[in-house]
């Protein structure tokens, strides 16, 4: 009468799809939802889900239904000590108040927000969502590393694991009818001798005839069965080729100014624009390095847990840190086969006469090497001599240099799309 | 399971033997299959005693995440695809986790089998109450009344779903998910209007679905081509036929009108459009009789797991836990508590179905005045009456008792904007029995609570325009989201759509999709009459 059946082992993600439909709808929302979300958030716990809410009235599907208004009659449980005929004041705003009761449910606009969590992995995509590193063109064929198997026809070798059944059985088949071919036909030949024969007259039978094409038949049915019905090479294997995998190789120069002049918030907004880059470049460029460089007086190449943990400090010559990239650039990362970016960040801060060598540095030196550069600088106040060097860069190599000033801690989010921003016209150029 | 024979309908009535031969199916809350299956056999041998029919039963043993699921698709065990689905599952799954809301502990539908679910985290205990509620209250329910029995075919509705899931999956992918996504949010938003109230429907089949569709679809087409003919025919019988108005009668079924002569459609759209409406057409039923199925099953759930206390089938611990929750479901927080959210139709249906049986066992001087034909009489098989033939409106309107009125302390109050203040018309008491049982009903008539919009007439030889018609009920006027589900009726027409709001033949309100400009407002004033 009952089945009862166990169904904890089905998929239990049903809803996948619709979720990822809702999702799809609501981006705009969602976006708008995350921007906000990674402004207020601290260091640590920046790539956790987030719990998003959009305004309900954007969301409901709507239906025909009563408004406020005429006369609405009710029963509502639950009396204290109304009687027949009581008054009782109407409750202001109307619906949804004490008096209104049930209908309330009904009429609801649903002026609540909607409210719903997205995973990690979701977060970080609508974080990520619309941005490349620009320029990405060198592609190399880094040789042993990356892999891609393909098909390439069929083989008579190979590992049993690839057998291609269909091929292996047709080319035993041919090869069957092949041997076989001419014994059948000799044999069909016999067979209807054999039943001509038999078919005659008992006293025109010849006993002698019948033995012989009996004993020619068994011969040759024989001979036929022993052509195997599928032989060593019948067998034929599918040929997978590896193609090597030509690929970018990227690497992103990060370079934060500890200096004495930057206060705690504005090291905290610089890191956690280098944690964003970071984090983007983990997520979407999976074979990108990352080469850290803090420098104050002097430039120095530190690993991920310094560079967003250590304390160090002292005065300002950014122009260290420019000599410092191009060291390594030299040493390390030949300009044939990498993608080189740079991302640097300070409160414009510098020692006097340094800003002019930095432009000079970039401009000689660097850029003409890297294909993005980026610069933001965090302060409130005016600009300084960085600034206004800087600027020149930008006027001499717009398409490779870009320069953003950062406020306060909601200008990161924005501030770091718009620097990575899809560029349409320069990916297809 | 021999000792069940011996035990007559009455054996609830405490016979303190049975105390002592206490013989519990088992003794823990943990639960496993086999159990279950112990527990069913002994829950259907006394649904049997009690003359509960039923479908037979599937029984699926699910996770939370898969509970989840199935609420979001509104218990269908599939579904097609649709954003509106995924923002259900957010909503249950943020509120879920946060642990605003328990998951409840059933879903079943109204197939055949019928398919209910139990949740692998609850306890034996909950596991036979959800058996006792859904597989013999809500399945018995499903079986037995007549709304199910004349508007829903439970052999073929998997089936269907499973042809109307494909369908639009094929639909998807020849014509874009996007297209489709907007013609559902359409039929969506008129899904209320999708249901034939009172011609009875042709069942529907999944296989003559799909061996008619095609068929139907250049049928269809022809029919609407021509209905839109514009070469002009001879001149007498055009004139003939302008001076009837199309439709010559109004129609209530929107859907279904617009499925079979909206112009523009695609014959794939109107086979959309025929998907939402049947299945709309399936849930109506489930929406008219709410307060009686939950009563009903919530009735059988406590008749069921008591009458297996009182033979020893279980243990004290076992009713202590299920009391304990069945008293927080039949909970009515009153009108002015915080978790007051209108008439809990679990409370309402169990007081209701509890009092029938009192007042065919221990009529009062009461109950023989306002039910002289049930007091007294055999409570099993008035209460198997009123569950066959009976919907929520007129089951409150014959039954409600003055008891359960005075139980639930309910009042009636009348909120008329024409009035200062609200006024209470009439509350549990000899006078106002009649009153608020009335206004009761009145409150899950689905045509009081749903404005009643028809189609009016159709402009074939102008513009093509489609006229509404709104007939208000005790002048209560359209609410905010009118214009916006305004539109998706244009969409679906694909031409200029009129809605006309009517008080006593006058029409008092008009929306237009798209907007009408400003100069024609005056030309609506002028038709206006003067005086009121």
Redesign the interface.
């Given at each position: 009468?009952?089945?009862?059946?166990?169904?904890?082992l089905?998929s239990?993600?049903?809803?996948t799809?619709?979720?990822?439909?809702?999702?799809?709808?609501y981006r705009k929302h969602i976006q708008k939802a995350v921007s906000d979300a990674v402004g207020q958030r601290s260091i640590t716990d920046i790539d956790k889900g987030e719990q998003i809410s959009i305004p309900g009235k954007d969301?409901?599907?709507?239906?025909?239904?009563?408004?406020?208004?005429?006369?609405?009659?009710?029963?509502?449980?639950?009396?204290?000590d109304?009687?027949?005929?009581?008054?009782?004041?109407?409750p202001p705003g109307g619906e949804g108040g004490?008096?209104?009761?049930?209908g309330a449910?009904?009429?609801g606009?649903g002026i609540d927000e909607?409210?719903?969590?997205i995973t990690q992995e979701e977060f970080l995509d609508f974080m990520f969502e619309d941005l490349e590193l620009p320029n990405l063109i060198k592609r190399q064929l880094a040789g042993s590393e990356e892999f891609k198997m393909r098909r390439a026809g069929i083989a008579n070798e190979g590992n049993p694991g690839r057998i291609n059944i269909v091929r292996s059985l047709r080319s035993a088949n041919a090869r069957r009818i092949a041997l076989t071919s001419g014994k059948r036909k000799k044999l069909r030949q016999l067979e209807e001798e054999l039943k001509h024969e038999e078919g005659l007259d008992a006293a025109l039978r010849n006993q002698l005839r019948i033995d012989a094409l009996e004993a020619e038949i068994e011969a040759l049915r024989h001979r036929i069965n022993r052509v195997p019905w599928l032989d060593d090479f019948d067998l034929k294997y599918n040929l997978h080729v590896k193609d090597p995998v030509p690929r970018s190789k990227a690497v992103m120069f990060c370079l934060m100014d500890v200096s004495g002049s930057m206060n705690q918030a504005t090291k905290d907004i610089a890191k956690r624009f280098f944690i964003l880059l970071y984090l983007f470049l983990q997520r979407n460029y999976e074979h990108t390095e990352v080469v850290f460089i803090r420098h104050h007086t002097s430039a120095k190449e530190v690993d991920e847990q310094e560079f967003f943990y250590s304390r160090e400090t002292g005065g300002t010559i950014v122009s260290s840190a420019l000599k410092l990239m191009k060291e390594i650039l030299d040493k390390r990362y030949p300009i044939s086969e990498w993608n080189i970016y740079g991302a640097q960040a300070s409160d414009g801060d510098n020692w006097n006469d340094d800003s002019s060598t930095c432009s000079q540095l970039l401009m000689k030196d660097l850029l003409p090497k890297l294909q993005y550069y980026s610069y933001i600088e965090i302060t409130p106040r005016d600009h300084q001599a960085l600034w206004r060097e800087y600027q020149e860069v930008q006027a001499n190599f717009g398409d490779v240099f870009a320069m953003q000033q950062i406020i306060d801690v909601r200008d990161i989010y924005p501030v770091f799309r718009e620097l990575f921003q899809k560029r349409a016209a320069q990916v297809s150029g | 399971m021999s000792e069940q024979e011996n035990g007559s309908n009455d054996s609830l009535d405490q016979n303190p033997e049975n105390h002592l031969r206490r013989n519990p199916i088992s003794e823990t809350s943990e639960w496993s299959f086999d159990l279950i299956e112990e527990y069913d056999r002994a829950i259907a041998g006394i649904a049997a005693e009690y003359k509960l029919d039923t479908y037979p039963n599937q029984i699926e043993v699910i996770s939370s995440e898969q509970m989840m699921d199935a609420y979001a698709s509104v218990g269908m065990p599939l579904g097609y695809h649709h954003w509106s689905y995924g923002k259900q599952f957010l909503n249950i799954e943020h509120s879920y986790n946060r642990g605003q809301m328990g998951l409840a502990y059933e879903i079943v539908i109204n197939s055949n089998p019928c398919i209910a679910y139990l949740m692998e985290e609850n306890t034996m205990t909950m596991q036979a109450l959800v058996i006792a509620h859904a597989c013999y209250g809500h399945n018995s329910f499903f079986k037995g009344n007549y709304l199910f029995r004349t508007w829903t075919d439970a052999d073929s509705i998997i089936d269907y779903l499973v042809f109307a899931k494909n369908y639009i999956a094929k639909c998807e992918s020849r014509h874009g998910i996007e297209e489709v996504e907007a013609l559902l949010d359409s039929c969506h938003a008129l899904m209320n209007y999708g249901v034939d109230r009172y011609k009875r429907p042709y069942p529907i089949s999944a296989e003559e679905e799909r061996l008619r569709q095609e068929e139907r679809e250049q049928h269809l087409q022809r029919q609407v081509n021509d209905l839109w003919r514009t070469i002009p025919g001879q001149q007498g019988s055009t004139k003939l036929k302008e001076n009837l108005r199309f439709p010559e009668e109004p129609q209530e079924n929107l859907l279904y009108f617009i499925e079979k002569n909206a112009p523009l459609l695609e014959p794939w759209q109107r086979e959309i459009v025929r998907i939402v409406r049947k299945i709309a057409q399936y849930f109506y039923p489930q929406r008219q009789t709410q307060v009686m199925n939950e009563g009903w099953a919530t009735f059988w759930h406590y008749t069921l797991l008591n009458t297996m206390y009182d033979r020893g089938f279980v243990t004290e611990g076992f009713i202590f836990e299920f009391l304990q929750s069945h008293t927080s479901v039949v909970y009515q927080p009153p009108f002015d508590s915080p978790y007051f959210s209108g008439i809990n139709p679990y409370a309402l249906g169990f007081s209701m179905m509890t009092d029938i049986r009192r007042i065919c066992e221990h009529p009062t001087e009461e109950d023989r005045h306002w039910f002289p034909d049930i007091a007294g009489s055999d409570w099993l098989e008035t209460l198997h009456f009123a569950m066959r033939n009976f919907k929520d409106e007129s089951f409150i309107l014959q039954y409600l008792s003055p008891k359960v009125m005075r139980d639930l302390k309910l009042f009636c109050i009348v909120d008329d904007d024409r009035q200062r203040e609200i006024n209470v018309e009439a509350i549990h008491d000899e006078s106002g029995y009649q009153r608020v049982r009335e206004s009761l009903a009145g409150q899950y008539n689905l045509g009081n609570r749903e404005p009643n919009i028809q189609v009016y007439k159709v402009d074939i030889r102008g513009d093509r325009s489609l006229t509404l018609q709104h007939i208000q009920h005790n002048r209560k006027p359209l609410g905010k989201s009118t214009e916006e589900v305004l539109k998706h009726v244009h969409r679906l027409w694909g031409f200029d759509v009129h809605l006309q709001s009517l008080q006593n033949d006058e029409i008092t309100a008009t929306f237009h999709c798209p907007p009408k400009p400003e100069s024609n407002m005056d030309d609506l004033e002028m038709s206006l009459p003067v005086i009121n």
């Open positions: 009468m009952s089945y009862i059946i166990d169904r904890r089905n239990k993600n049903k809803s799809v619709n979720r990822q439909r809702f999702l799809k709808r969301i409901t599907e709507p239906i025909f239904h009563h408004g406020q208004g005429g006369k609405n009659t009710n029963v509502l449980p639950g009396n204290k109304f009687i027949a005929g009581d008054k009782i004041p109407r004490g008096g209104s009761g049930s449910s009904d009429q606009e909607f409210v719903f969590q | -």
